[in-house]
């Protein structure tokens, strides 16, 4: 009987985003309603309440599986010997999917939500902070990665929005690639660096390459970490 039970909530679970999803895409937020989500679905009310707590959940959980389809279709390109390109890529990729699902996207990086993210963003900032890691381990980052990130992620973020915001007929079809360029050759060089790059080039390289020795003890690679922080932030 248990089994039965998680069978069927995983069912209704389905049925109630994929409605949700349905609705979404073609009213925006304000029509994925509880009772519109319910008729959509052939559900109760109290079902939706009982499996994800309340619209913020529901919404959270249609965000995550469209972003989730989405990935899993788009990301079958494997890395190349390039991470700048690779980078470039991601940044067309995440573009694309805001264009392709402006809905979806709003949700993802439209709602203003103090410390509570939704899990799709998160993930994909993971997949953001492993291109950022790649490109400082090939010794081509110019600054700290966590605000490489942060710079490639409020660019590209604001890049989507606006172009989501702005008429399809009215869009400046060159906003996005001179955007990511600017961002790029902000943050990374086009071609390895010199043997010797200078101190905030090589602190965040052997930082990013850091956890790939068994040198030092877990004391030794604390201070080590400090004194690269130190160097990279100050550059």
Known sequence: ????????ADGHRERIVAAAARLLAEGGPDAVSTRAVSAAAGVQPPTIYRLFGDKEG?????????????????TARKPTDD?????RAGWDLHVGLGLA???????????????APSPAALAAFEVLAEHIRRIAEAGRLRVPEDRAADLVHAAGCGTTLTLIATPEDCRDPELS???REAV?????TEAPVAPAPG??????????????????????RGLMEEWLNRIADAG
């Open 199 to 220: 101190p905030v080039v090589a602190a965040v390289t052997l930082r990013a390459v850091l956890p790939q020795t068994d040198a030092l003890t877990a004391p030794e």
């Open 101 to 115: 699902n402006p809905a979806l996207y709003t949700l993802m990086y439209g709602r203003y939500r103090p410390g």
């Open 58 to 74: 529901l919404l959270d959980a249609v965000v995550a599986d469209g972003f989730t389809a989405y990935l899993t279709s788009k």
């Open 184 to 188: 790029v050759a902000a943050i990374a």
């Open 1 to 8: 009987m248990e089994s039965e039970d998680v069978t069927a």
């Open 177 to 179: 690639r001179t955007a």
């Open 83 to 87: 991470p700048v390109e690779d980078l």
